[in-house]
């Protein structure tokens, strides 16, 4: 089982503010995925990124693939309420992906 | 609309009981999977299937089992529900190859009293 971490675990911020999270791994990746998971639904694929150092956006949201594979983040410019739900970076290893543990953001009106 | 449908979105079992999850999706997609969801835990692999008739334990198997009879349609079976095993099921499916994401269905959540 690969491990992937996330941070913060708990986000609570209000609208219209900038805010990062990561997802950390010692393992090396092929490629890369980010989920939004809203209350009472399933997990919603936004991204996929593949290259070390690849930078793919999304409106107000920036995914970043880091150089060595290991590691992505994720930036949200002007937050707003919508935004609110779970997000689940899972990397690729072999034919499967591998869930982290997830960040609860939820942005304040 | 492609999806992922998870026959029941709330089911309420008693101990001892042997409980069926049943998942269906339309995508034609090679492989199905099967997590719980758990907070502080992540998602966690229960079971995945590449085709069908064939199956893989993933990291909890445990008081699971499974059935892909046909490639449209995975269940989850648990032999003899357990209050530990009350938790969020989730179903995915995906394309064999490549970097496509899982579709989810929008879960079950299982109480075992």
């Known amino acids: ?109 | 609309d492609v999806k992922v449908t998870q026959s029941s979105r709330y089911l309420v079992k008693r101990t001892g009981e042997k409980v069926f999850l049943e998942c269906v999706q339309d995508m034609d997609h090679e492989n199905m999977f099967w997590y719980r969801q758990d907070p502080g835990l992540g998602l966690r692999l229960i079971y995945f299937s590449y085709d069908v008739k064939m199956k893989e334990k993933g990291d909890i198997p445990e008081g699971y089992s499974v059935s892909r009879e046909k490639k449209e349609r995975f269940s989850l079976i648990l032999e003899s529900a357990s209050t530990n095993q009350t938790s969020m099921y989730l179903c995915a499916s995906s394309l064999w190859s490549g970097n496509y994401g899982y579709t989810f269905g929008s879960g079950t959540r299982l109480t075992v009293v």
């Not at chain 1, 971490?5 to 490629?31: H, K, R």
């Not at chain 1, 150089?67 to 690729?92: E, F, M, N, V, W």
């Open chain 1, 1 to 109: 089982t690969q491990l992937l971490e996330q941070s913060p675990q708990f986000l609570s911020i209000q609208e219209g503010e900038n805010l990062t999270v990561y997802c950390n791994s010692s393992s090396v990746f092929s490629s890369l995925q980010w989920y939004r998971q809203e209350p009472g639904e399933g997990p919603v694929l936004l991204v996929t990124v593949v290259t070390g150092g690849e930078v793919k956006k999304l409106k107000r949201l920036t995914f970043q693939f880091g150089d060595a594979r290991k590691d992505s983040s994720l930036h949200i410019t002007a937050a707003q309420p919508g935004d609110t739900g779970l997000y689940l970076c899972a990397g690729r290893e072999g034919n499967q992906f591998y869930f982290g543990t997830g960040t609860s953001l939820t942005v304040i009106p």
